[in-house]
């Protein structure tokens, strides 16, 4: 029966997919209207461009094998492309089993701000951010004043009291956030590459912005890894406007404030959580899932230990080893700050959760960004908790 099916079927790719080439020996194939982006080989590659909606599979299966002196079946050809890569909507005619977009796992509860069609006429607005000549000089006068204002207010941040400007820190929280999503949003179009809304969510339960522009895979390395940073580029253009307004009218609040978002934008480029920092090793390295590859490479070096079993490496590999090393040195060592270190955090995280809330609307309490900072540590650690008992029910 599969057999007849192979002879008799005669496939056609969809109008809408695209591959980028990654390396010598992977693509990405990406069908932008269903949102579904693929990481495949050279030979899926060299399989699928041989695909013109005139031969049959085993016509197609025949001409590989003696173009690339290779010995595929027909019968695995068919299952590849009708049962495995049909699901993302390559194939005309197939669209009742094309799988539905799935949100990213890592943010829960998610939503949309400001839709597709509202942020593509936003985006426009702001492309001259990204011609050559206007982005040197933006951002080396943005970082120059930063600089210079970070260096005589760095410890702002120890005396600002959160409660006493709750609804002023957030509003200006959100500008800054919601900008730099737009940043995002704004290289993604400018490089040609489709993008989504912008929507809100929570990250190891923190609430966090995103834009959609899982379309950049379709971009090539250095324009993807301009994306990745141009949100914050972004933020720090309007965090220097407010800097600029903050002592044009002498207002110390939103110095301080301008300065602890400055401070926030670069965290991001931490490389350790799924922050632009992530992304930008995830191009450099061209692995869209860089701790699944991180954590092989891991795997690799025990099996050399234990088993002898040697794999050939190449000089991203290496890269790889040492992302994942730094990783989990950070795990280890959180969970030994939690733990040993400092285990009150866990015990007390109920009561020191309630009284943070308390007295953040009380008007004679004082609560810093310090104090605020100390309830991410046990929030992280049972977030970390819940997804490792969460692994362990799935298997």
């Given at each position: 029966?599969?057999?007849?099916?192979?002879?008799?079927?005669?496939?056609?790719?969809?109008?809408?997919?695209?591959f980028n080439k990654l390396s010598e020996n992977d693509y990405i194939l990406s069908n932008s209207d269903h949102r579904h982006y693929v990481k495949i080989n050279t030979e899926v590659y060299h399989l699928l461009s041989l695909i013109n909606g005139k031969k049959c599979i085993e016509e197609i299966t025949d001409e590989y094998n003696k173009s690339y002196n290779a010995a595929l079946d027909a019968e695995k050809v068919y299952l590849l492309l009708y049962e495995k890569l049909v699901v993302?909507?390559?194939?005309?005619?197939?669209?009742?089993?094309?799988?539905e977009y799935e949100k990213p796992s890592?943010?829960?509860?998610?939503?949309?701000?400001?839709?597709?069609?509202?942020?593509?006429?936003?985006?426009?607005?702001f492309y001259f951010l990204f011609h050559k000549k206007k982005a040197f000089y933006i951002l080396f006068f943005c970082l120059l004043v930063m600089s210079v204002i970070l260096y005589f207010n760095f410890d702002l941040y120890k005396s600002f009291q959160l409660n006493q400007s709750l609804i002023y820190f957030f509003m200006i929280m959100t500008i800054s956030v919601t900008f730099h999503e737009i940043g995002h949003a704004t290289s993604a179009s400018f490089f040609g590459a489709k993008h989504g809304g912008i929507g809100g969510g929570f990250y190891l339960l923190t609430p966090v912005y995103f834009a959609d522009v899982t379309d950049i895979?379709?971009?090539n390395k250095t324009q993807r890894i301009v994306v990745n940073l141009s949100g914050m580029y972004f933020e720090l253009v309007i965090c220097t406007l407010f800097s600029i307004i903050s002592l044009i009218f002498n207002n110390y609040t939103l110095l301080i404030i301008s300065v602890i978002v400055c401070l926030k934008t670069l965290f991001n480029l931490n490389p350790f959580l799924r922050s632009d920092g992530y992304w930008v090793v995830s191009d450099l390295t061209n692995k869209p899932n860089l701790l699944y590859h991180?954590?092989?490479?891991?795997?690799?070096?025990?099996?050399?230990?234990?088993?002898?079993?040697?794999?050939?490496?190449?000089?991203?590999?290496?890269?790889?080893?040492?992302?994942?090393?730094?990783?989990?040195?950070?795990?280890i060592f959180f969970l030994y700050y939690?733990?040993?270190?400092?285990?009150?955090?866990?015990?007390?995280?109920?009561?020191?959760?309630?009284?943070?809330?308390?007295?953040?609307?009380?008007?004679?309490?004082h609560i810093s960004l310090v104090q605020y900072g100390e309830l991410i540590v046990p929030i992280m650690f049972f977030l970390l908790l819940y997804r490792f008992i969460k692994s362990l029910l799935k298997r």
């Open positions: 029966m599969l057999e007849e099916k192979t002879n008799n079927r005669i496939p056609e790719l969809s109008d809408n997919l695209h993302y909507g390559i194939l005309k005619g197939h669209n009742e089993k094309i799988k890592y943010l829960t509860l998610s939503f949309i701000i400001i839709n597709e069609k509202l942020l593509s006429r936003i985006v426009k607005k895979w379709r971009l991180s954590s092989e490479k891991l795997k690799d070096i025990f099996r050399l230990i234990f088993k002898g079993k040697k794999t050939q490496w190449k000089r991203t590999d290496y890269i790889l080893l040492l992302y994942g090393m730094i990783s989990y040195s950070f795990i939690v733990l040993i270190k400092n285990p009150n955090s866990i015990i007390h995280f109920p009561e020191n959760l309630y009284g943070f809330f308390e007295n953040l609307f009380k008007k004679d309490s």
